[in-house]
């Protein structure tokens, strides 16, 4: 049997990884700047987190949510201290277009609507109704598509105060990035979000905070969303949240109320899933990785600046977008096959990622703008 060929990639194999870095199985060394879509969030192979999973492994790997699970409840409880939304509830999955799936499906329950604002180059998942609420025609298929999604400008507070004036009682839910990943390291603006945020209380629409990349820390605040200083009714979170685990969830307001079997998972919340993201946490927390992803996401787009090969620096924390003059696929093979530099690409085809783990060090960092300065004198 072959293997289904549907992702372009490099002819490089990763034999092990140990914090910011890889080795191939040639023994050679990379700076690893993009984590696997931005999944490596405390660093490969991190020993607390080896330490966490292995012990809970020696104990029990998985049961289903028919019995009680307390470590799900310690997750839950860890999470809402770190992320400062304690009043809150979690419901765990798998992965971030599940997390979507279930966060649009929820709302839809809570309001009985079905129209979804989404906006300009969003992505949201690939499964039925993320990607239809996805802004990528080449990916939706005919049997997701639906007319109950509307793609509106993103950052355009007068179309979507347009939108809602004329079909407000519609609207089930606003879906939106704080930062948008895939889209090429677009920032919602603080405004907008407030706009959102208005608009869904008046018309008792359910705003729903996309943080499947730009949550856990990664933008300098816990979700990117946080610096509007407003709060959404749900965030959806999954990459960085396991470190490569699989396991992602949706933290939901209070006054959305939950009833058996609204929703469900098999995998969900498992006893790994849950030991993985309780090491992330811990890992988070005791080495104020938050705050880590500021200053040096600061220090890596304020050296940029000064490039006048680049033509804008986007982004926030260790979330941050380099657009080029041209096309920057060259760029990242170069960073790969001569500075050994791992980065990622985007839907925009000038524009690469940088989305490192949350506890890259400023001499990491000087590794890849050394690199980076020489290929573009």
Not at 325 to 350: A, H, M, V, W
Request: proline share 3%.
């Amino acid at each position: 049997m072959n293997l289904f060929d549907v992702y372009p990639i490099y002819p490089i194999e990763i034999a092990k990884g140990l914090g910011s870095y890889v080795w191939d199985n040639n023994g050679t060394k990379y700076l690893d700047l993009y984590g696997g879509h931005a999944v490596i969030s405390i660093g490969h192979t991190h020993p607390h987190y080896v330490e966490r999973l292995t012990s809970q492994l020696n104990r029990l790997g998985f049961y289903s949510n028919s019995i009680k699970i307390p470590i799900q409840e310690e997750l839950a409880e860890k999470l809402g201290k770190v992320s400062k939304f304690e009043d809150y509830q979690l419901f765990l999955c798998n992965s971030g277009a599940e997390a979507n799936e279930n966060a649009l499906k929820l709302a839809s329950f809570y309001n009985g609507r079905k129209k979804i604002i989404a906006f300009s180059h969003s992505f949201h998942g690939r499964t039925s109704l993320a990607v239809a609420a996805t802004d990528n025609p080449s990916i939706v298929a005919p049997v997701n598509e639906t007319d109950n999604v509307v793609f509106l400008p993103l950052n355009n507070e007068s179309a979507l105060e347009a939108y809602f004036t004329a079909h407000g009682n519609d609207v089930s839910s606003v879906i939106i990035e704080g930062i948008q990943g895939v889209g090429g390291i677009n920032i919602a603006s603080d405004a907008f979000l407030q706009k959102i945020r208005s608009l869904c209380t008046n018309y008792n629409a359910v705003f729903i905070a996309d943080s499947v990349q730009c949550g856990y820390g990664r933008s300098g605040k816990f979700y990117a969303h946080d610096f509007s200083g407003v709060k959404a009714d749900i965030y959806s979170m999954a990459k960085g949240m396991g470190n490569g685990f699989p396991v992602a969830g949706i933290s939901i307001a209070p006054h959305l109320k939950p009833k058996y079997s609204m929703l469900g998972t098999t995998f969900g919340g498992n006893h790994l899933a849950c030991a993985a993201a309780l090491a992330v946490l811990e890992v988070i927390e005791n080495d104020n990785l938050i705050l880590n992803a500021q200053v040096i996401g600061d220090y890596i787009t304020g050296a940029l600046k000064g490039n006048p090969k680049l033509k804008e620096i986007r982004g926030k924390g260790l979330m941050i977008g380099i657009e080029l003059f041209e096309p920057c696929e060259e760029t990242r093979k170069k960073l790969i096959y001569d500075y050994q530099i791992f980065t990622g690409s985007s839907s925009n085809k000038n524009t690469f990622r940088l989305l490192p783990a949350l506890n890259l060090t400023k001499a990491d960092a000087d590794i890849f703008l050394e690199a980076f300065d020489k290929m573009t004198k």
